[in-house]
């Protein structure tokens, strides 16, 4: 299928590392010193990676490509966490976000807010941007 995807000038590319940080797909991986896409159905097309790079090595072309296949990419990276010990949160990001809200040592170890948690009332403070500072 012929879609958006990126390419990268080897040429231009100093080997930073950048961009394969900030692709949160996995698809580019730092070979031999130089960035790679490492597989077409791994990039989404959107460009994390693009505005990172300090050379401009990177840039979107329209060519044959697997299709993006989302399922095998979260399959990769519940690989990769799970070599770090970590594991890949599912449902409501909402409910991601106030995982970590907390902070405390407790919370931490566990992974879930605990009932009893001070720092659990904080979580709850805040509905939206605009009463990120205002105590209610």
């Not at 949160?24 to 960035?35: L, P, S």
């Not at 299709?67 to 991601?96: F, I, P, S, W």
Request: charged share 25%; hydrophobic share 35%; glycine share 10%.
């Amino acid at each position: 299928m012929k879609r958006r995807i990126i390419e990268i000038n080897q040429d231009k590319c100093n080997g930073c590392g950048a961009c394969a940080a900030a692709c949160h797909e996995g698809a580019i991986a730092m070979v031999n010193g130089k960035a790679q896409l490492m597989r077409d159905d791994y990039c989404d097309g959107l460009g994390d990676c693009l505005p990172t790079c300090p050379t401009g090595a990177i840039s979107f072309v329209e060519r044959e490509a697997a299709a993006y296949d989302e399922q095998a990419v979260l399959e990769n990276k519940q690989k990769r966490m799970q070599k770090e010990g970590m594991t890949l949160h599912h449902g409501c990001v909402g409910m991601q976000l106030k995982t970590f809200a907390c902070g405390c040592i407790r919370c931490s170890i566990s992974g879930v807010l605990n009932e009893e948690c001070v720092g659990q009332r904080s979580i709850f403070r805040y509905r939206n941007r605009a009463d990120r500072f205002r105590d209610i």
